[in-house]
């Protein structure tokens, strides 16, 4: 039972032009969510997190967006860079979860020059 | 200030033989979490441990695996009689409450080899 989907498993943007990576869930109980950013060989970066009270959160060329109707949440990356290349994973978790924390299968996103 | 760290880095065991991962949290972080990463997929909760005391082991195989996190010392993953299936990216990560929507931080996880 997936309860978080990435769907693209890969992303090809052009560097300076905007990165949109999407993540759906399906359980209700969920009410935050984070974003993740990996590089081969390291542990997962903690990037940007959302409350479920919020629809939007910014943090310089990081944008999360959530539609808690639609159960879906993305996040923007604009302009994007070549150090972004690196595998993105969505996050979620809720307060009865006891701070666990369920993740998606992550997209790859490549940035080219 | 160093992060999570853990070691080793690689491992590798034979099919029987047991295997135990370390994870030393940041300073100040009294919770510990562990993470599976298995080839091609995300990453899949496996414990939750505060100083001497498991919060939740929901994720954790039934048999063969087990965790502490001494009064004193790192965090340990234990696996007994390792197989194959068990080769994956193992990730702890450490928070100073147990609030993870704050984000842990994560360290670079330990790769298991069964050969």
């Known amino acids: 039972d997936q309860q978080v989907k990435q769907n693209s498993p890969s992303l090809s943007v052009q560097e300076g032009r905007i990165s949109i990576l999407n993540c759906d869930y399906t359980n209700s109980m969920f009410d935050y969510f984070l974003w993740y950013k990996k590089y081969p060989a390291e542990g997962p970066t903690f990037l940007i997190s959302?409350?479920?009270?919020?629809d939007k959160n910014e943090d310089g060329r990081f944008t999360v967006f959530l539609n808690k109707s639609a159960k879906h949440l993305s996040l923007h990356i604009v302009p994007s860079q070549p150090g972004d290349s690196a595998v993105y994973f969505c996050?979620?978790?809720?307060?009865?979860?006891?701070?666990?924390?369920?993740f998606g299968t992550g997209t790859r996103l490549q940035v080219t020059l | 200030n160093a992060g999570v760290m853990q070691n080793p880095r690689h491992l590798v065991r034979r099919r029987g033989q047991e295997a135990r991962l370390r994870c030393s949290p940041m300073k100040g972080h009294s919770h510990v979490y562990w993470y599976r990463q298995l080839p091609e997929e995300g990453l899949k909760f496996m414990v939750y441990l505060q100083k001497e005391n498991i919060i939740d082991e929901s994720g954790m195989p039934k048999e063969r695996f087990s965790a502490e996190f001494p009064k004193e010392g790192p965090s340990i993953l234990r696996i007994q009689q390792v197989v194959r299936g068990d080769s994956a990216a193992y990730f702890c990560?450490?928070?100073?409450?147990?609030?993870?929507?704050?984000?842990?931080?994560f360290g670079s996880g330990t790769r298991l080899t069964v050969v």
């Open positions: 996050a979620s978790g809720g307060t009865g979860t006891a701070s666990k924390l369920t």
């Open positions: 990560a450490s928070s100073p409450r147990d609030r993870s929507n704050y984000g842990y931080t």
């Open positions: 959302i409350s479920s009270i919020k």
